[in-house]
């Protein structure tokens, strides 16, 4: 198992922040993380995010963030790995205590979308596809999505009703979460009957883009001990890539990179599928959930679908996903997200959920993505004893 405990974790909450910048958003995250840890700085920064370049001219986040928190002079970088920046920033941080060069490290998503609308926006997501096979011919994110989603739907027999589950589970949680995005619970039959983005993927259907920041500082067990009451250890770590363009897989229906990172994840943490207590995996698009719960153990190929239309992915059902809303409902603030993911497990575990607490929560795991699929980074969380 690894050597590291998370002790310090903090988040805003996603929405359209029009008259704060990039920095503040970092800084507001990373405040409430080091007064969580009870500690005034960190030896070391990795800033998860995906388009400050496009989107708020401003790249060399590494610098920008360390002296506007107040730890200038500090070793400092940004990951990038489109929308699994923060999984990956997250795996820095890890990976720098475990190598014990470095005492204390901070992981910070943070990201801006809402300053541009449109076509800019919708461009600079398309910046994680494969620029010379898939960008040039006009693809994006959401007909990335879309083409998934109807392959699935053609090989499965399936049609687009079938994966309201996932978004009407998102919308239940994330009602719950008074930082989620959208607080709005959603029916079934309203879910298939939404405009479409790129069909069949519906307004429904795709996770919301938005501003936020979330923060997590981990140290080593022996350490983490003596600093915090109620630290969580992460148990598994691991980061796993996939072919850029879709159509140089073997099967675009399955995700070898997700796969791969959670069966290593869960072999350094000893556990198995029925031994994970929620999930928080990357629902971009409803399919991406299916995909990812098919990958990582929880159902068979083609079957993932079947545990949102069984309700086995609710807060008291078989594995719990999305327990804040997920992408779908708390918002998606791309590079961002994967840090969101991790600060809410460690909710769950800390037993701080509040209403969307899991009961005896133990063991959790985060799955961020980026792009479909190219990236996979999955953690997996422990309740300390």
């Not at 405990?5 to 990373?30: F, M, N, P």
């Not at 790249?59 to 400092?76: C, N, S, T, W």
């Not at 600093?227 to 099967?251: C, E, F, Y």
Request: aromatic fraction near 6%; charge should be negative; glycine fraction near 10%.
């Amino acid at each position: 198992m690894l050597n590291v405990s998370i002790i310090g974790i903090g988040q805003t909450g996603v929405k359209e922040y029009w008259d704060t910048s990039i920095r503040h958003l970092a800084w507001y995250a990373i405040e409430a993380a080091l007064d969580d840890a009870h500690i005034s700085s960190v030896d070391a920064l990795y800033v998860g995010n995906m388009l400050a370049g496009e989107l708020s001219n401003q790249k060399h986040l590494g610098a920008l963030v360390a002296d506007f928190a107040g730890q200038r002079g500090i070793e400092a970088v940004t990951v990038e790995a489109a929308d699994a920046s923060g999984g990956a920033a997250m795996r820095q941080a890890v990976l720098a205590v475990q190598s014990g060069l470095v005492k204390t490290a901070l992981a910070v998503g943070v990201e801006k979308m809402t300053d541009e609308t449109g076509t800019p926006v919708t461009a600079a997501l398309s910046t994680g596809l494969d620029a010379d096979y898939e960008l040039e011919q006009g693809l994006t994110m959401a007909g990335m999505g879309a083409l998934i989603m109807r392959r699935y739907m053609y090989e499965y027999g399936l049609d687009v009703a079938d994966f309201a589950g996932f978004s009407v589970n998102a919308h239940a949680n994330g009602a719950d979460n008074p930082l989620a995005m959208f607080r709005n619970r959603l029916k079934a039959e309203r879910f298939a009957a939404a405009p479409q983005i790129a069909t069949p993927v519906s307004l429904f259907d795709a996770a919301p883009g938005g501003d936020g920041a979330a923060s997590v500082i981990v140290t080593s067990r022996e350490r983490a001990m003596d600093m915090v009451p109620q630290p969580v250890r992460v148990v598994g770590s691991a980061i796993a890539t996939d072919t850029l363009g879709l159509h140089d897989r073997k099967n675009i229906l399955w995700l070898t990179a997700a796969e791969q990172s959670a069966k290593k994840a869960m072999e350094q943490a000893g556990v198995m599928p029925d031994d994970i207590d929620l999930f928080e995996l990357h629902d971009s698009f409803t399919v991406m959930a299916a995909l990812s719960l098919e990958a990582a153990g929880f159902a068979e190929p083609g079957e993932g679908w079947k545990l949102a239309r069984d309700e086995e992915i609710g807060r008291d059902g078989r594995i719990p996903i999305s327990t804040f809303g997920g992408l779908k409902a708390r918002g998606n603030p791309a590079g961002a997200t994967g840090v969101y993911q991790i600060v809410e497990v460690c909710r769950q575990l800390r037993g701080e959920a509040e209403a969307c607490q899991i009961a005896d929560a133990k063991v959790g795991m985060a799955q961020n993505l980026g792009s479909s699929g190219a990236t996979a980074v999955t953690h997996v969380l422990m309740r300390d004893s």
